[in-house]
């Protein structure tokens, strides 16, 4: 629940920075928020089941629903929260500072190699999952988002990898998750297992590709109440 806390503490004291002001974009955040909170714990559902992974009595609270701790339910709020607070600042600070590259072609074909890997590995239920959703997810979200915004996310999934070392890591150290290691590599960077970086890509990857769809929705609804307003007024 600490983890929890202070993941979300600094990106909700500074939403209403003058600059940014992320609480006026809530309302693009909440729905894909909810969407892939419902996607993400179905999976963490099938894979307590399925004992690929648990959760350490020591450091829960222990209310639960569906068998998931309330702690991991937060978890699916407050890492997309922060995260897209992240990429948000992102793209206001260096939106005229980039140029966008060849980065969606380059997703494209590590999303290839990502379910040609999971195939080799379908014995391995963590490994096989996480690179399968990784490798079915980023192509849609290359057709969804734009050049400039693939690039962004990139920049933001880096720059993510900072406070996930720090919030995983204590994780996967102490531990608070508990993963099956038959069902997955056994590779780890520090204490965290080497799928979770895909999974926290994927993770990030979903809310920020919903949030950036439901921004770009409701301008395509401003332009065409616009267009009908101006058509109404010329033949008036």
């Given at each position: 629940?600490?983890?929890?806390?202070?993941?979300?503490?600094?990106?909700?004291?500074?939403?209403?920075?003058?600059?940014?002001?992320?609480?006026?974009?809530?309302?693009?955040?909440?729905?894909?928020?909810?969407?892939?909170?419902?996607?993400?714990?179905?999976?963490?559902?099938?894979?307590?089941?399925?004992?690929?992974?648990?959760?350490?009595?020591?450091?829960?609270?222990?209310?639960?629903?569906?068998?998931?701790?309330?702690?991991?339910?937060?978890?699916?709020?407050?890492?997309?929260?922060?995260?897209?607070?992240?990429?948000?600042?992102?793209?206001?600070?260096?939106?005229?500072?980039?140029?966008?590259?060849?980065?969606?072609?380059?997703?494209?074909?590590?999303?290839?190699?990502?379910?040609?890997?999971?195939?080799?590995?379908?014995?391995?239920?963590?490994?096989?999952?996480?690179?399968?959703?990784?490798?079915?997810?980023?192509?849609?979200?290359?057709?969804?988002?734009?050049?400039?915004?693939?690039?962004?996310?990139?920049?933001?999934?880096?720059?993510?990898?900072?406070?996930?070392?720090?919030?995983?890591?204590?994780?996967?150290?102490?531990?608070?998750?508990?993963?099956?290691?038959?069902?997955?590599?056994?590779?780890?960077?520090?204490?965290?297992?080497v799928e979770d970086f895909f999974y926290s890509a994927t993770l990030l990857a979903m809310n920020i590709t919903l949030y950036e769809w439901a921004k770009s929705g409701e301008n395509v609804a401003f332009d065409s109440l616009l267009s009908n307003l101006n058509h109404k007024q010329n033949v008036s």
């Open positions: 629940m600490l983890i929890n806390f202070f993941t979300i503490l600094v990106p909700l004291l500074y939403s209403a920075e003058p600059r940014i002001k992320f609480y006026r974009k809530w309302k693009y955040l909440l729905p894909g928020m909810i969407v892939t909170a419902i996607v993400f714990i179905t999976w963490d559902y099938f894979m307590i089941q399925s004992n690929i992974w648990s959760f350490n009595k020591k450091y829960i609270l222990g209310w639960k629903l569906l068998g998931l701790p309330l702690e991991e339910f937060l978890f699916f709020i407050t890492v997309p929260y922060a995260c897209t607070f992240m990429y948000e600042n992102v793209s206001h600070f260096l939106n005229n500072k980039i140029v966008p590259g060849k980065e969606k072609l380059f997703l494209r074909w590590l999303s290839g190699i990502a379910v040609i890997t999971a195939l080799f590995f379908h014995n391995k239920i963590y490994t096989f999952t996480a690179l399968l959703s990784f490798g079915l997810f980023f192509p849609v979200a290359t057709l969804i988002l734009s050049r400039r915004q693939v690039k962004f996310f990139l920049i933001t999934y880096l720059l993510s990898l900072i406070p996930m070392a720090l919030v995983n890591g204590l994780l996967t150290w102490l531990p608070v998750v508990i993963y099956n290691n038959t069902q997955n590599l056994g590779i780890r960077i520090g204490s965290i297992p």
